[in-house]
């Protein structure tokens, strides 16, 4: 089982820019979070997928979307790059039986210039 | 709502003696709790989690917590830290059953110093 595998691992991109980030959830899973963790903080949760749907939304603006497909892997889109989106990005996956925990990723860890 | 705080964002302990982290809880529906580790650079690992069984919880690497909810605490202790424990922790809380959100704390960064 190859768990929750992110990609990539590291990005540099521009203010302004875009950036599409990746999530393959753990076999078994169907349900996948994304959480933003700032430097020196506890991850902040940005939103749930599951069946191909945003089940909820933490307080991130419109700039932040998402996406699932139906073999239940994630994207996390973020527009218009601020300096303040820098941070590791953090996917996590949960659901089967008995779904009570979640299994997170590697991250991505995004730079903004 | 739901909401974490880690008493103390560094904790510093000798190889060998007690570790203990601190983690109070609010929620206004029962609870599941879990701690989480970081080492540098790399996502969360989970130590263990409360999911209304035994307060008292064992986890990995010799790690435990126990749940009071008089308290509404669940600090993480480890009887004897090895070099090997340096990283960060966090403890989360969601909600049992409906949201699968984790509310995070701040965390605590653990120092093993020799």
């Known amino acids: 089982d190859a768990g929750v595998t992110q990609s990539p691992t590291h990005l540099i991109k521009t203010r302004g820019q875009q950036v599409t980030l990746r999530c393959s959830p753990k076999s078994g899973h169907d349900t996948v979070s994304w959480y933003q963790q700032a430097l020196g903080q506890g991850p902040q949760f940005i939103f749930q997928?599951?069946?191909?749907?945003?089940?909820q939304r933490g307080n991130f603006p419109d700039r932040f979307s998402g996406h699932q497909f139906p073999n239940y892997s994630s994207e996390l889109n973020v527009n218009a790059l601020l300096l303040g989106d820098s941070a590791l990005y953090l996917c996590?996956?949960?659901?089967?039986?008995?779904?009570?925990?979640?299994?997170f990723g590697q991250g991505t860890r995004l730079t903004v210039v | 709502a739901q909401s974490v705080t880690q008493l103390g964002s560094h904790v510093s302990v000798s190889e060998g003696a007690l570790v203990l982290l601190r983690c109070n809880y609010s929620s206004s529906v029962p609870p599941y709790l879990f701690w989480y580790v970081q080492y540098p650079n790399q996502g969360l690992q989970l130590l263990l989690k409360y999911t209304s069984a035994a307060t008292l919880v064992k986890g990995i690497n010799g790690f435990e917590a126990e749940f009071k909810k008089s308290e509404t605490s669940f600090h993480l202790t480890k009887p004897s830290a090895h070099m090997s424990d340096a990283a960060e922790y966090f403890c989360?809380?969601?909600?049992?059953?409906?949201?699968?959100?984790?509310?995070f704390g701040k965390g605590t960064k653990l120092t093993v110093n020799p």
């Open positions: 997928y599951y069946e191909e749907e945003e089940r």
């Open positions: 989360a809380v969601r909600s049992q059953g409906g949201s699968e959100k984790l509310v």
């Open positions: 996590a996956s949960s659901g089967g039986a008995l779904n009570t925990e979640a299994f």
